[in-house]
C-alpha cells in the first residue's frame, strides 16, 4: 500500500493552523498513525488509529479521516512543532509502509 | 518508563553482515500485546520499515529485504536483533528500534517508544 503525503513542505507561521494529508492507495480503515520527528531525534508517536491523542502529545494535535484520505490538524502552531511529520498505514503487514513526510518550516 | 536502545558497529563494510541489538529496559519484552520493531532512515530521506518481532520468534519482514533479513528475539536479556547480508552503499542510515502495539487485526501496529537510533555507514 503506497502512502502519498502533501504537502512534501510547507511555511507557517506561529498561531497558524495547519493541515496535512495522506492519502492511502487503497482502503485502510482508520489503520493509520502519525508521528513527529525533529532533526537529530527519533520520531514520536503523535497520532494512532487515525483520531487517537497519544498519551502527552498537545491537544492542539488531531487526527482524523478513514478509507483512503487522512489528516492531521496543528491548531495553533507553536515554535516546536516545526519538525518533519510522517503517516503511516499499518493495514496491510507486511509491509508496514510510511508516508514520504511532510517538513513544516518557519515562515 | 520503557525505553529502548540500539547497539551495534557504525561502520560495516560492503558484502559484510550488519549486526544490531535493540535492548529494552523498564519493561518486558515478553509481552503478549506488543511486537518489536526496525525502522531505518537513509540520510535525507524517510522512514522505511525493516521488519518486526514477537517475543515468541514470529516475525514479519519487508519483503523488499526478505531475503538478508534475520530478526530475532532473547527473552532471556530482554533483547531483539536485526542481521542484515550483503550490505551496500543503499544501506547506509539511521537505524531505529521501536515497540509496536498489536492492533485489532492482531497485526503489529503503531511504535511508540522509539530508540535513539544508531548511525550505520557502509564503506570500505
Known amino acids: 500500500i503506497q502512502m502519498t503525503q502533501s504537502p512534501s513542505s510547507l511555511s507557517a507561521s506561529v498561531g497558524d493552523r495547519v493541515t496535512i494529508t495522506c492519502r492511502a492507495s487503497q482502503s485502510i480503515s482508520t489503520y493509520l498513525n502519525w508521528y513527529q520527528q525533529k532533526p537529530g531525534k527519533a520520531p514520536q508517536l503523535l497520532i494512532y488509529s487515525a483520531s487517537s491523542l497519544q498519551s502527552g502529545v498537545p491537544s492542539r494535535f488531531s487526527g482524523s479521516g478513514s478509507g483512503t484520505d487522512f489528516s492531521l490538524t496543528i491548531s495553533g502552531l507553536q515554535p516546536e512543532d516545526f519538525a518533519t511529520y510522517y503517516c503511516q498505514q499499518s493495514y496491510s503487514t507486511p509491509p508496514l509502509t510510511f508516508g514520504g513526510g511532510t517538513k513544516v518550516e518557519i515562515k | 518508563q520503557l525505553q529502548l536502545q540500539e547497539s551495534g558497529p557504525g561502520l560495516v563494510k560492503p558484502s559484510e553482515t550488519l549486526s544490531l541489538t535493540c535492548t529494552v529496559s523498564?519493561?518486558?519484552?515478553?509481552?503478549?500485546?506488543?511486537?518489536w520493531g526496525w525502522i531505518r532512515q537513509s540520510p535525507g530521506k524517510g522512514l522505511e520499515w525493516i521488519g518486526t518481532i514477537y517475543y515468541n520468534g514470529y516475525t514479519y519482514h519487508n519483503p523488499s529485504l526478505k531475503s538478508r533479513l534475520t530478526i530475532s528475539v532473547d527473552t532471556s536479556r530482554n533483547q531483539f536483533s536485526l542481521q542484515l547480508s550483503s550490505m551496500t552503499a543503499a544501506d547506509t542510515g539511521i537505524y531505529f528500534c521501536a515497540r509496536q502495539t498489536e492492533n485489532l487485526r492482531v497485526f503489529p501496529d503503531w511504535m511508540d517508544p522509539w530508540g535513539p537510533g544508531t548511525l550505520v555507514t557502509v564503506s570500505s
Open positions: 523498564g519493561g518486558s519484552i515478553s509481552s503478549n500485546t506488543h511486537y
